[in-house]
Nanobody, 120 residues
Framework: QVQVVESGGGEVQPGGSLRLSCTAS????????MGWYRQAPGRQRELVAV???????NYADSVKGRFTISRDNSKNTVYLQMNSLKPEDTALYSCFADVQTTPMYRDDYWGQGTQVTVSS
């Protein structure tokens, strides 16, 4: 019913930049929070950034000042601009969307994930 598709991952050198995109589509009555988690091997999953439908956003302390989340509500799309990337940012980045599909049902939907590798 709802598809979440990410794009934009890849490999970059330390100090470089990448921009991730995530689009939700399907039976969407309401779209609330959209954002990104990441998980590296041997580490816990971490909430990187989230954009709320009211316009606010939150960031993990580890990415504040380097990452910026933005949102285009007309396209049901959220973007994550990642600057000054560090090797410790290497992880699988997964997008989620908090979606209402019927007046009585609301749930989180997930993309497949996109790999970000920061290496020299």
């Amino acid at each position: 019913q709802v598809q979440v598709v990410e794009s934009g991952g890849g490999e970059v050198q330390p100090g470089g930049s990448l921009r991730l995109s995530c689009t939700a589509s399907g039976s969407i009555v309401g779209l609330y929070g959209m954002g990104w988690y990441r998980q590296a091997p041997g580490r816990q999953r971490e909430l990187v950034a989230v954009s709320f439908s009211g316009g606010n956003s939150n960031y993990a302390d580890s990415v504040k000042g380097r990452f910026t989340i933005s949102r285009d509500n007309s396209k049901n799309t959220v973007y994550l601009q990642m600057n000054s990337l560090k090797p410790e940012d290497t992880a699988l980045y997964s997008c989620f969307a908090d979606v209402q599909t019927t007046p009585m049902y609301r749930d989180d939907y997930w993309g497949q994930g996109t790999q970000v590798t920061v290496s020299s």
